[in-house]
C-alpha cells in the first residue's frame, strides 16, 4: 500500500466494517420480513355448522370439499372477501370470510383419539374419535386441552393428538 498513510488505511478499513454493517443489517431486515410473512398466517375457525371449501376466490369455482363446525384454519392471504387457508393436513382451499370467526379450535390428528372426563390418564375415557374432528377449545390445563364438539359432547384431550 504505496503512498497511504496509517490515517487513510483506519479511514479504508472503517469505511468497509461500516458496508459490511449496512449489509449485514439489510440482510437481517430482509430475512426478518420473509420469516415474519411466513409466520404470520392468521388462525381462524368454521363458525357454521357446514362450509364449502372451493378451489379459488368465488362461487364460481369448484368445490372441493365442505368442512364442519370449528375445523381450524391458518389464513395466509386474502383476497376481497375470500380467505386462501391451510388446514391441519396440508391442504389448500378458499373459504368466504362470513363462514370463519376467532374461535380457539383444535382438530385431531391421530386415529382413535380417546376423550377424558378429566385432565389426565386416570380419567375415565368418554368416547373416542377418529382423525379430522374438530372441537371448540373450552379451556386448556397443562397439556390437556378441554373441549366441546358442535354437537354439544364435551371432555379433555391431550395436545399431542391434536392441532
Not at 376423550?115 to 379430522?132: C, N, Y
Not at 374438530?134 to 354439544?152: L, Y
Request: charged content about 20%; overall charge positive.
Amino acid at each position: 500500500m504505496k503512498g497511504l498513510t496509517s490515517e487513510s488505511v483506519d479511514l479504508l478499513h472503517t469505511n468497509t466494517v461500516e458496508n459490511q454493517m449496512k449489509n449485514y443489517t439489510w440482510t437481517t431486515f430482509f430475512l426478518l420480513l420473509v420469516f415474519t410473512g411466513v409466520a404470520s398466517a392468521e388462525r381462524l375457525a368454521v363458525a357454521v355448522s357446514v362450509a364449502n371449501i372451493r378451489s379459488g376466490p368465488g362461487q364460481n369455482h369448484e368445490l372441493l370439499w365442505e368442512v364442519e363446525k370449528y375445523h381450524p384454519i391458518d389464513v395466509f392471504q386474502k383476497s376481497g372477501q375470500w380467505y386462501h387457508f391451510r388446514d391441519f393436513e396440508g391442504d389448500k382451499g378458499w373459504i368466504h370470510k362470513s363462514l370463519v370467526g376467532k374461535i380457539p379450535s383444535v382438530i385431531t390428528q391421530k386415529e382413535n383419539c380417546r376423550i377424558r372426563s378429566g385432565p389426565g390418564q386416570s380419567f375415565a375415557i368418554l368416547f373416542t374419535v377418529e382423525k379430522g374432528v374438530p372441537f371448540k377449545v373450552i379451556q386448556r390445563k397443562n397439556s390437556w386441552i378441554q373441549i366441546q364438539h358442535a354437537d354439544g359432547d364435551k371432555g379433555w384431550v391431550y395436545q399431542s393428538l391434536v392441532w
